[in-house]
């Protein structure tokens, strides 16, 4: 009689199938047609690719590395939001729109990793941003998706420290996915910037936190829009500290 050994049991059998099935796509190069789709039936808008390698990405390399030491292409993709509702005085409305497509995006960057893990490809998706890394990071984001979405195409930064994205504007919410793979091919910045330096968002914003010289008052946003949302964290970091990450520089 056949001795029974760990290796028999049908949990080891499927990891080994697996791991196979995993090292077989080392080395593969992944159509970006194919991934581009894939994105945009998850639910994106817009979708763009950019290597780690890339000379846009060297300041946040080592973040990104921390995070997801694997990472080889990142996967950088929009949501649009409903401009009305976004525009509207009453913040019960303009945050509920907001935060509706935070979920959004939550959910489209699960279905694009779940996706990609069937093809045995590794992939983390970040969220927008929760505050639970703060006292060890000093930011309440574990990574900084606007340079990202700049690499790889989606906009450039207006005045007003958003990216601006060339069809929807600001309404826009960003994600990003980390993955091993590298691409057939990648995407590149748009070679112009959106913004018109009209000033309106000068004009607009309600506590003066973006002035007309360029000067962004971090703390008068922060307090206007997440007051509600966030505890004291922020208040035993120095100044220079939040700057640093808030792409004040």
């Known amino acids: ?5 760990i290796n028999d049991h049908p949990t080891v ?11 077989g796509t080392e080395g593969r190069r992944i159509d970006t047609q ?4 894939l994105c945009l039936h998850a639910g994106a808008d817009d979708v763009g690719f950019v290597s780690i390698d890339r000379n846009e990405l060297e300041d946040q390399r080592k973040e990104i ?10 996967i950088s993709f929009v949501c649009k939001m409903n401009r009305e ?23 489209i960057g699960h279905e694009i ?12 998706n970040p969220p927008a941003g929760f505050p639970m890394e703060q006292e060890s990071t000093g930011k309440a984001w574990v990574i900084s998706h606007k340079p990202i979405a700049v690499a790889a195409g989606l906009g450039q930064i207006g005045i007003h420290r958003n990216v601006i994205h060339p069809k929807f504007g600001n309404f826009i919410l960003l994600g990003t996915i980390l993955t091993n793979a590298d691409m057939t091919s990648e995407s590149q910045p748009i070679d112009y910037n959106p913004c018109l330096e009209c000033k309106l968002c000068v004009a607009a914003c309600p506590v003066g936190a973006i002035g007309a010289d360029g000067h ?9 829009n997440y007051r509600e949302f966030s505890g004291g964290g922020w208040r035993r970091l120095p100044t220079a500290k ?7 520089k």
């Open 113 to 124: 990793v779940k996706e990609l893990e069937e093809q045995g490809i590794k992939a983390l």
């Open 65 to 74: 590395l921390n995070l997801f030491p694997e990472a080889r292409t990142l």
């Open 34 to 37: 194919w991934l581009r789709n």
């Open 216 to 224: 962004f008052n971090f703390s008068a946003c922060y307090t206007h």
């Open 242 to 248: 939040i700057l640093k990450h808030t792409g004040t």
């Open 13 to 23: 059998k499927q990891y080994y199938k697996k791991k196979e099935i995993m090292q």
């Open 85 to 107: 509702p976004l525009r509207s005085t009453a913040r019960s409305i303009a945050n509920t729109e907001f935060h509706h497509v935070v979920d959004n995006v939550t959910h």
């Open 1 to 5: 009689m056949k001795k029974v050994t």
